[in-house]
């Protein structure tokens, strides 16, 4: 007698068999029909949360790249504490703003961010300058810190390159100098006549010594320079200087201006 395959234990089994593998998926449609309402409220929540650590973490990455900035900026200043005008670019300030260009370039925070943490430094050296001026009385104390403010924009000169035409064309004479100390650090050929229009144009003399020592490093900075409008350039601004109504003409500068006129004369 041949046994029937479909025998009632056999069945049962395979019922059984079926009823198991459907179950979960069963259960788990049912608990979410029931309780649908309140994982999305999980859910958005855990986004949320996720979200927000996320925006914690840039937040903190862009704290730490302005600490480490601020630092390099801070000790190029006091290094610079002095009252004298220096009638050369300090190599330490230049390697100063080669580091805060490293460091910022390997900040593993967005561009738009990095340009954030710069605007921010340069705009407190602005003020700290616009105060200096407004607040201190001439003499060596302001001088020395005004060359401290001076030496910490180099600084951030590399860094704060983006920013150069908001701050040629900034009102605030404390934004022409930042322009002008990227310039002392990467001098270009188009900014020959802006530069010489600071000493034509400017009435605060150490404005208009700083730019003379950015004049000085882009003369030395561009052999192609055309020599005779350069020459006749800068005999204007010694003329204006020679004649300055603010006082007596500053002799830092005319001599930062001679040695210019020198090393055209000499090519």
């Known amino acids: 007698m041949i046994s029937d395959p479909l025998s009632a234990p056999t069945t049962l ?18 608990f979410y029909l029931v309780y649908r309402s309140k994982l999305a409220t999980v859910f958005d929540i855990l986004i949320l949360k ?15 790249t302005e600490e480490a900035i601020h ?5 190029a200043g006091e290094r610079a ?20 260009g490293k460091r910022l370039n390997a900040a593993p925070i967005a561009f738009s961010h990095k340009i954030d943490v710069v605007y921010k430094q340069i705009y407190e050296l602005v003020d700290q300058y616009e105060s200096t001026r407004q607040e201190m009385p001439s ?7 005004m060359n401290e403010i001076a030496a910490k924009m180099r600084a951030l000169s590399i860094a704060a390159y983006p920013l150069l035409p908001t701050l ?12 002008i100390c990227i310039q002392q650090v990467r001098p270009e050929l188009g900014f020959f006549d802006w530069l010489i229009e600071r000493v034509m144009n400017e009435e605060q003399p150490f404005l208009f010594f700083q730019a003379a020592l950015a004049i000085l490093k882009l003369v030395k900075a561009h052999p192609y320079l055309h020599p005779d409008i350069a020459t006749n350039s800068i005999q204007n601004c010694l003329g204006r ?6 006082g ?19 090519r």
Do not use: M, Y
């Open 13 to 30: 089994a395979g019922i059984a068999a079926i009823l198991r593998a459907i179950a979960w998926p069963c259960v788990a449609v049912l």
């Open 50 to 64: 996720l979200r927000h650590a996320k925006h914690l973490k840039a937040g903190q990455l862009e704290i730490d």
């Open 71 to 75: 630092r390099v900026v801070e000790a």
């Open 81 to 100: 504490g002095n009252g004298q005008l220096q009638r050369e670019i300090p190599e330490e300030q230049v390697h100063a703003a080669q580091e805060v």
């Open 139 to 145: 003499g060596p104390t302001r001088t020395r810190k």
């Open 168 to 179: 040629v064309a900034g009102e605030k004479p404390g934004e022409r100098l930042a322009a």
């Open 241 to 246: 200087l020679s004649n300055f109504k603010g």
């Open 248 to 266: 007596e003409p500053d002799r830092n500068t005319i001599e930062v201006l001679e040695e210019a006129l020198s090393t055209l004369k000499s």
